[in-house]
């Protein structure tokens, strides 16, 4: 039940390694792979992978380095999770390190995100970087006006964060930062939260995790996120991927549905 939460398969389309990436991920035991949007132009490529391949869905969503480059509105995302491969929202958020987008319409996409997941129950998958106050703000603020399901992508924030975002009912997925030799930070912060609200992910074609840090990521090196996780819980790997696969099928339920 070992499953790649959060990659980029049209990245690795375009790229030309789609197709020996998804023979990789198939013989090292990786049983689904959910691709994710970044921006409204690409999600029909991002779409057509998925429904080639059994075993990839999607999302649709604008990255907060996007926001600039196209307006959105919620019809934009509400009208694609009809189709029966789009099982989450995003991927979106806030990123004040790079700030490619303004602050201030980071926010607004955001929010616009959140309306989407609260109405079709899709959850949100969230990009934060440099943001925490903000990220912790704005979910806060939005759970408050209803609930919606979510989840922290690539979790390399704050122990604060971890613990507001198990708080709001929220989920977390550790990428192959977990396995980088200065990331004793983010390895204590993710201890903090239940085993219950893990899932993994490779964020591919990024981050890939020792030994292949520095070189192109794909969605079969999710085995050794897996395996750190285990390391660090004192579980073995088989134990750790039947616990994130089960999460993950609790959290997306339209993939659990068979969509």
């Known amino acids: 039940m070992l499953i790649d939460s959060h990659c980029h398969l049209d990245y690795l389309q375009r790229e030309g390694r789609l197709e020996q990436s998804l023979a990789n991920a198939r013989a090292g035991g990786v ?15 991002i ?7 059994d075993d990839v869905w999607c999302t649709i969503g ?3 380095h996007e926001c600039e480059k196209a307006p959105l509105v919620l019809d934009d995302l509400l009208k694609a999770c009809d189709h029966d491969k789009v099982i989450g929202i995003g991927e979106t ?7 490619h987008s303004p602050r201030d319409l980071q926010q607004e996409y955001f929010r616009i995100h959140i309306e989407a997941a609260r109405q079709t129950g899709l959850p949100l998958i969230v990009h934060t970087r440099d943001a925490d106050a903000d990220t912790m703000r704005i979910l806060e603020e939005e759970t408050g006006k209803g609930a919606f399901p979510f989840l922290i992508h690539c979790f390399s924030s704050s122990l604060e964060l971890a613990e507001k975002a198990v ?8 990428s192959g930062i977990i396995t980088f030799k ?3 930070a983010v390895r204590e912060a993710s201890m903090a939260v239940p085993l219950e609200r893990l899932l993994v992910e490779t964020d591919s074609p990024y981050l890939a995790p020792v030994p292949f840090r520095g070189k192109p990521n794909e969605p079969a090196h999710v085995r050794l ?4 996780l285990a390391q660090m819980r004192g579980l073995d790997s088989d134990e750790i991927c039947e616990i994130t696969g089960a999460n993950f099928m609790r959290l997306f339920t339209k993939a ?3 969509g």
């Open 31 to 45: 049983a689904r792979m959910l691709s994710i949007s970044t921006k409204l132009a690409t999600f029909p490529d």
């Open 47 to 53: 779409l057509r992978i998925a429904e080639a391949e």
């Open 62 to 64: 604008v990255h907060p």
């Open 93 to 99: 958020g806030l990123d004040y390190y790079y700030e």
């Open 167 to 174: 708080s709001l009912g929220g989920y977390v997925s550790l």
């Open 182 to 184: 200065k990331a004793d």
């Open 225 to 228: 996120v897996a395996e750190k």
């Open 256 to 258: 659990a549905r068979g």
